[in-house]
């Protein structure tokens, strides 16, 4: 298919600038944001950087796309959280957590930031708006 991906890691939020600079000199096609607890509390710095860079950046959480990122497709995490507290109710009435089936996300949720993509001079296929779950514009 043609793509390379490249791995700029971060551990710690000092990282940020080394990174962003690897970024810069090796002028990735696009970027795409791991969704954790870490890069979600760094997410303004980070879709700073990919707008200023004009990058276009993919996430997994959806309050990137808030922040003014590109896209966001991930699970829905409030769909999650729900079925979690099913969980923890089942385990705190006696449940043994062996017995409790993992499970996968079902629901997905496409979020899509027009703003952005004019800003960063992309045109967002019809057929891709139409299946988004948001269009922020």
Known sequence: MGVRLELVGVKSSTEFDAAFATMEKKRPGALIVEGDIFFYSHRSRIVDFA???????????????????????????????????????????????????????TKFELVINLKTAKALGLTIPQSLLQRADQVIE
Request: hydrophobic share 40%.
């Open 51 to 105: 707008t200023k860079s004009h990058l276009p950046a993919v996430f997994t959480l959806r309050g990137f796309a808030d922040a003014g990122g590109l896209l966001v497709y991930g699970a829905r995490y409030s769909t999650l959280f729900r079925r979690a507290a099913i969980y923890v109710d089942k385990i705190l009435r006696g449940g043994n957590p062996a017995d409790l089936p993992v499970e996968q996300p």
